[in-house]
């Protein structure tokens, strides 16, 4: 009868999980997005994290109220027979409505600007004590504070990078070219593609980057089957210099924290180079410059190649307090892989997921 409601099975939904045959569902109504996904803003690889599963909240969360009204030309014409919400989806919805009735999603711009200045005030303090001062104990709390004001910079790219912190969504960028191009040196764009991956995969062995540092770290045991990374479209091998550095990576660990940012730097080289859609490409990298102006200038005026050395490794090392606080958070986690070796258990939602790790 015309009219008449069409369901598939939630174990239908899910034989289309691939790359070509990309269905999704979203408030129990089945979309295919096989022939869209690679014109996805935000890339095919969350869509195939995600694929042949209810990805309601998820689409919520990353999305805009507008993009409702792009959903009914995917439309299958199928429903998801059952469809109903799970307890930990409406533990997260209510979590998250109770937060938007307090205004915690609310734009507060004043709070990024006093971030701002902070950083700026620490920035000129650091300059005085390099340019104005001749004592070694000086260089060296220059150094400690350039790296605390790399935190915090850090911080205001990070929020900024989830939402809107500013007035505006120019000045949003503007405070994420700051805060992180120019001030860091870590590229916005590499930081959104990244952490968005990493929170539509919370805790993916397979598709979370955040957990895929073979040959240095391994999280898993299942690492050591050289499993495939989807994100970065290669093999994370397990070969014998990996085994080697993961033999003693409880004694490694904390030293590698301290020089972690060299990665940092080398990553957002490697993305902004790239043939990757990079978005705002030549801000990024205009961005970029600015801190490899200013900082090897800043370097070039301490008297002495020791001190100089002293004052790289003493800024980067206090920069590890923010990355071994970022590994805590993330290695403890319980983690899973979508591979056809290590099935996703039914009860890691995303959006739980997402709460606990």
Not at 193 to 200: E, F, Q, R, Y
Request: proline content about 4%; hydrophobic content about 45%.
């Amino acid at each position: 009868m015309e009219g008449e409601k069409k369901y598939i099975t939630a174990e239908e939904l899910e034989e289309h999980n691939k790359s070509g045959d990309l269905w999704i569902s979203i408030q129990g109504k089945v979309y295919d997005v096989s022939d869209w996904a690679k014109d996805h803003p935000g890339g095919e690889i969350p869509l195939l994290n995600l694929a042949g599963q209810d990805v309601t909240d998820a689409f919520i969360a990353y999305h805009p109220g507008t993009a409702w009204h792009y959903l009914d030309k995917f439309f299958t014409g199928y429903h998801l027979q059952d469809f109903k919400v799970s307890e930990v989806s409406k533990d997260y919805r209510r979590l998250a409505s109770e937060f938007a009735k307090t205004g915690m999603f609310e734009k507060k711009g004043h709070v990024a600007l006093y971030s701002l200045t902070s950083v700026a005030l620490m920035f000129v303090v650091v300059l005085y004590g390099v340019l104005r001062c001749d004592s070694v104990w000086a260089h060296l709390a220059s150094a400690m504070l350039l790296g605390m004001l790399w935190i915090q910079s850090a911080y205001v790219g990070h929020d900024s990078g989830h939402y809107e912190v500013m007035t505006s969504r120019g000045y949003n960028k503007l405070a994420q070219l700051i805060s992180g191009n120019c001030l860091t040196g870590i590229s916005i764009a590499w930081w959104k593609w990244t952490h968005n991956a990493h929170h539509i995969a919370c805790n993916s062995l397979d598709y979370d980057p955040d957990l895929q540092h073979i040959p240095v770290f391994a999280v898993s045991s299942r690492l050591f089957n050289s499993i495939t990374s989807c994100f970065y479209g290669r093999k994370l091998k397990f070969d014998p210099f990996a085994r080697f550095m993961i033999s003693y990576q409880h004694w490694t660990f904390y030293p590698v924290m301290c020089v972690a940012r060299v990665n940092l730097y080398v990553q957002t080289l490697l993305l902004l180079f790239s043939n990757r859609k990079v978005p705002d490409r030549a801000l990024n990298i205009m961005g970029i410059l600015v801190f490899w102006t200013w900082f090897p200038l800043l370097i070039s005026n301490l008297p002495n190649w020791p001190e100089r050395f002293m004052f790289v490794l003493a800024s980067f090392a206090v920069t590890s307090i923010q990355h071994v606080q970022f590994c805590l958070n993330h290695f403890a986690a319980n983690v899973y892989a979508r591979d056809l070796t290590i099935p996703v258990p039914k009860n890691l939602l995303w959006e739980a997921l997402n709460t606990h790790g």
